[in-house]
């Protein structure tokens, strides 16, 4: 349950001094980004925190212990870090200790400071200051992060390679990735977005996406399960005509953990299909918000979030699909189905339809159960004994997700991910 | 011949209600059993007790299996030592292959018998020759459990799965419910050849159609959770002809 300990004044007062303090010389439009995002952040942050977004999570107790991480610059060499090559052909991106850097020649329509924080790389933080953008993870990401990273294609720019952005492990940090994508007019790519295991850590990933007419995009969000650590991903989506994104999220859970998704589809036949597999176990958390607005006609949904909690594990879904009176001929399809292997785990689920006309195709249904009985009893009749039963039932749950990631390799990184996971 | 099961003065609770009431069966090897009876006599009881469905207790009586008390031995362990159920209902399991289903479940049994797995390529040719036997499209194998299959389909994998898995004793579950005829005789053709010298069977069914391909040594009816008459192929035929009334309130 949330801990509603917070010193509030505290603190504000520590951000404040932390953002005052901050011993690099930096430009005005950071500082002014960041005194901005400050104002802002005082006067929402109490009431947001009693809000049903937050009412399941740890975030009290993450900003409690928001000042008692490492905010400091680190030398980070890649020798330090044990990879795993199976997608090393992919073009990687790692992030550590606050900045983006890589190891081999970036293309024009990737970009990242590079400690360079001239008004000409202001646009690669694409900071804006609208309402929705106001809430607690974006605001403390403006005041936090020292980097972001901008990924922009060009007009017809079909990117065949895949993307990969490596999150290196952290110990005892307080980081804001930020990630920034933008797809031009008839433009596509794959993009893979990787959290390796940190300890004792607060990460607080915002990611933002615009895809103009007739664009596509893969994205994929892995976290490795995060050791006594705080983590947030929030991502923000919009769509103009004629898109297709497909969103692939596995969350092996942290301390606490929590998604926030906002998907929009501005422009008609945007088409958005967002798939979370998230599996607390220990005594992690892992909490999962979506929200969709239809704002146009002929725009589709399809969201599907399945939950594998174990031991004293904890999940929540709450998602909302939300298609105004004006909008017609929209689809929009709402799934959470949980497993709960332990008596201790817990799930909550609300999923949501705010639907105010007739010329729409929505359904929604969540369950939540144990494995089945039957299936079990059928798996040992042919001699498969309990342990690997319970992994086969538990890889079926995951399966109808898993085996939606269109590339094999991917998938199979999915997989062996999982597998690992589950034999730790 | 040796005897393969024996089941003695059997009494099985389902929660509070007693299903079977003194049963008493032995089985041989080289025999093939039917039985049959009406709706809720216990036949179905009598199988899953026997495979070990957790939520069938037995109250009294034992079921020896060859030299196991089967009370002692968890399902796995049943079915490594050669019992094997063919489900009324076959589960749907989607995500695990057929293919990668049976290979785990041989190769479990090998483990069992401290063998080491059977090579790809023999499982495959194994696995090739008994689908083709059963009459079942190998794209079927690399999907999901039974995951699509129609009513016929299932239950003619229930076969290829004992058939795969080569077991001392089948036990199967109305096999025949729902299959038209030619499936019928492909699934006969699967337990006819699965019969030999060291092997047994146990057929429960509701009608004497399967009965016509597969000719049994015994027939058995059924009521009330106990045996009340054995006969032969010609029992199965009066049953046909007469229904179970003349048996079960004379």
New interface residues.
């Given amino acids: 349950m949330a801990n509603q300990s917070l010193n509030q004044s505290d603190h504000m007062d520590k951000l404040q001094s932390f953002i005052e303090n901050d011993s690099r010389n930096l430009p005005d439009w950071v500082n002014q980004g960041r005194e901005s995002a400050f104002k802002n952040y005082k006067d929402i942050c109490n009431k947001q925190l009693k809000t049903a977004t937050w009412k399941n999570t740890k975030l009290n107790s993450m900003l409690d212990n928001f000042f008692e991480k490492e905010f400091t610059d680190q030398e980070t060499s890649l020798n330090q870090f044990e990879l795993d090559s199976t997608l090393e052909d992919s073009l990687r991106i790692f992030f550590h200790s606050g900045a983006f850097f890589t190891e081999e020649e970036m293309p024009s329509y990737i970009r990242f400071l590079k400690g360079n924080y001239s008004e000409e790389n202001q646009a690669i933080f694409r900071l804006e200051n609208s309402s929705e953008r106001q809430s607690i993870p974006y605001l403390l990401n403006n005041i936090i992060s020292r980097d972001a990273l901008l990924i922009e294609t060009a007009e017809n720019q079909h990117v065949e390679k895949l993307i990969h952005i490596v999150h290196l492990p952290h110990k005892n940090a307080n980081i804001a990735p930020r990630l920034n994508i933008v797809l031009a007019k008839n433009s596509s790519i794959k993009i893979i977005d990787e959290q390796l295991s940190s300890g004792d850590s607060i990460i607080n990933n915002y990611i933002d996406i615009k895809c103009e007419e007739h664009s596509s995009l893969d994205y994929y969000k892995v976290s490795h399960a995060q050791n006594d650590s705080h983590q947030i991903n929030s991502l923000n989506l919009d769509q103009e005509a004629n898109t297709n994104v497909n969103v692939f999220s596995l969350d092996l859970g942290a301390d606490s953990a929590s998604s926030l998704n906002h998907l929009k589809l501005n422009g008609e036949n945007s088409n958005v299909s967002c798939s979370t597999l998230f599996m607390p176990s220990i005594d992690r958390s892992s909490h999962h918000n979506i929200i969709i607005d239809h704002l146009s006609d002929k725009s589709s949904s399809s969201v599907n979030y399945r939950g594998i909690i174990n031991d004293h594990g904890v999940g929540s879904f709450f998602g909302k699909i939300k298609v105004t009176k004006e909008r017609r001929n929209t689809s929009a399809f709402m799934q959470n189905k949980n497993l709960l292997l332990s008596d201790d785990s817990k799930i909550s689920t609300i999923p949501i339809l705010e639907i105010y006309n007739d010329d729409t195709e929505c359904s929604h249904s969540a369950t939540s159960g144990s494995l089945d ?3 079990l ?10 342990y ?2 319970k992994n ?2 538990i ?6 997700l898993v ?1 939606q990631i269109k590339s094999r390799r991917l998938r199979e990184y999915v997989n062996g991910l999982i597998l690992g996971y589950r034999k730790d | 011949m040796t005897k393969i099961l024996s089941i003695k003065d059997l009494h099985v609770d389902v929660g509070n209600t007693s299903i079977v009431n003194g049963l008493n069966l032995d089985i041989s090897s080289g025999e093939t059993h039917a039985i049959m009876g009406p709706n809720g006599s216990g036949k179905s009881t009598l199988a899953k007790t026997i495979a070990g469905h957790p939520d069938y207790k037995i109250r009294s009586g034992t079921i020896m299996y060859r030299d196991h008390d089967l009370n002692d031995l968890s399902i796995e362990e049943r079915s490594n030592l050669g019992v094997f159920l063919g489900f009324q209902y076959p589960i749907e399991i989607p995500g695990l292959s057929n293919t990668a289903f049976l290979k785990a479940a041989i190769n479990a049994k090998r483990k069992y018998h401290n063998l080491g797995d059977l090579s790809a390529s023999d499982f495959l040719v194994d696995l090739k020759e008994k689908s083709r036997m059963m009459d079942i499209e190998q794209k079927f194998l690399s999907r999901g459990v039974n995951e699509g299959f129609s009513g016929g389909e299932k239950k003619r994998n229930e076969i290829l799965q004992m058939l795969m898995l080569e077991p001392v004793l089948s036990i199967l579950d109305e096999t025949d419910s729902g299959l038209d005829i030619d499936s019928m005789k492909v699934v006969a053709s699967g337990v006819n050849a699965f019969r030999n010298e060291n092997t047994a069977s146990l057929i429960i069914t509701h009608y004497e159609r399967l009965l016509n391909y597969i000719t049994p040594d015994y027939v058995h009816v059924f009521h009330n959770g106990a045996i009340i008459k054995t006969g032969d192929i010609q029992l199965a035929r009066d049953l046909e002809e007469k229904g179970y009334e003349w048996l079960t309130n004379p």
């Fill in positions: 009985k039957e299936k009893f059928y798996l040992k009749t042919r001699g498969i004994n309990e690997d039963a086969f039932l890889k079926s749950f995951m399966d109808e085996s």
